[in-house]
């Protein structure tokens, strides 16, 4: 059982950056792809952006590409996601999600095993 928390969401004004952090509980988070999702009201949990377990692989969704950065430290059982520039488009609860398994970075959000509560990010106009 892994258990995962988010934190470092708030309420920003539109080109400003932030950067969520997300603390596991896992014995060994080297085990784990590490994903974040985002979810607004009314719309489907979207892909943001996934990274394998050593952090020598990264994938973004189309909608962040060139501004959100994933990151990750083994060491101490953090993943991050630094978001610059942000639009009021990606006001959202933003969610860390681990996969057990070093084989596949998965940017489906069912085939994550864990997930944490979530954090609001709200980006004013």
């Known amino acids: 059982q892994v258990r995962l928390v988010e934190s470092g969401g708030g309420l920003v004004q539109t080109g400003d950056s932030l950067r969520l952090s997300c603390a596991a509980s896992a014995r060994t988070l080297s085990n784990y792809a590490m994903g974040w999702f985002r979810q607004a009201p009314g719309k489907e949990r979207e892909f943001v952006a996934a990274i394998g377990w050593s952090g020598g692989r990264t994938y973004y969704g189309d909608s962040v590409k060139g501004r959100f950065t994933i990151g990750r430290d083994n060491a101490k059982n953090t993943v991050w996601l630094q978001m610059n520039s942000l639009k009021p488009e990606d006001t959202a609860v933003y969610y860390c999600?681990?996969?057990?398994?070093?084989?596949?970075?998965?940017?489906?959000?069912?085939?994550?095993?864990?997930w944490g509560q979530g954090t609001q990010v709200t980006v004013s106009s």
């Open positions: 999600a681990a996969d057990w398994g070093i084989t596949s970075i998965p940017r489906i959000a069912r085939d994550y095993d864990y």
